[in-house]
């Protein structure tokens, strides 16, 4: 199994600011994804955290809103840009080795955009 | 129509009670995933499927492959057992990317 940690676990913010959150994995993964859950939504796949190569984003989501890094394969970071009240989501980041392997997910970090 | 429907969408149960969730999907995959969501938002994954059916402690799922069907069940429920629980598949064409269903939020009472 992989314990993943997030940080922050919950901030608010100012409109037109941006928030990084961190993802820490405690041994070493193959797949990293990054999620959001709006209020009262299931999870939608913002992109897959690719280890030393561009992050690749599911429709809807662009590079320019949601910088990923991931420049290891412990670690992983989803920036959300020039944020708006419509940010305000859970982001859940989650780890996994690969194709029919488990996955496993972090605890959260709750975004509140005033 | 969703690729993955869970049902009941909300479910109150009294503590003892066995309790069963529902998940339909409707394209192939390669794994399905239980999840569990308490209201602090973090997910713990519950289990993974890909055929039968698999047991940890009072907590059972199983799946249906030719009927494209899965279902959790909690025996002797319990009030710590209130969360969302969300069905999530592996699509045959997606590698390890997860689609979700909308979850179901069980409320034990005592």
């Known amino acids: 199994s992989a314990v993943i940690s997030q940080k922050p676990s919950r901030d608010i913010c100012q409109r037109g600011t941006s928030l990084t959150i961190q993802c820490q994995v405690d041994?070493?993964?193959?797949?990293m994804f990054w999620y959001r859950q709006q209020p009262g939504q299931s999870l939608t796949l913002i992109a897959t955290?690719?280890?030393?190569?561009?992050?690749?984003?599911e429709s809807g989501f662009v590079i320019d809103k949601f910088p990923i890094s991931r420049p290891n394969l412990t670690f992983s970071t989803l920036t959300v840009s020039n944020m708006s009240p419509e940010d305000s989501s859970i982001y859940l980041c989650?780890?996994?080795?690969?194709?029919?392997?488990?996955?496993?997910f972090g605890p959260g970090t709750r975004l509140t955009v005033l | 129509k969703n690729e993955v429907e869970q049902s009941p969408q909300n479910l109150t149960a009294q503590e003892g009670e066995f309790i069963t969730i529902n998940c339909s999907y409707s394209?192939?995959?390669?794994?399905l995933h239980w999840l569990q969501q308490h209201p602090g938002g973090g997910i713990v994954s519950l289990f993974m499927?890909?055929?039968g059916k698999k047991k940890h402690g009072r907590l059972i799922a199983t799946i249906n492959i030719q009927e494209k069907h899965s279902s959790l069940h909690i025996t002797a429920s319990h009030p710590r057992d209130s969360a969302v629980y969300i069905c999530?598949?592996?699509?045959?064409?997606?590698?390890?990317?997860?689609?979700f269903g909308e979850g179901t939020q069980l409320t034990v009472n005592p």
């Open positions: 989650s780890a996994g080795q690969g194709y029919y392997n488990e996955q496993f």
């Open positions: 041994s070493q993964v193959t797949m």
């Open positions: 955290a690719n280890q030393g190569s561009e992050a690749t984003y």
């Open positions: 394209v192939g995959i390669s794994a």
């Open positions: 499927l890909s055929s």
């Open positions: 999530a598949v592996a699509l045959i064409t997606s590698g390890s990317r997860l689609t």
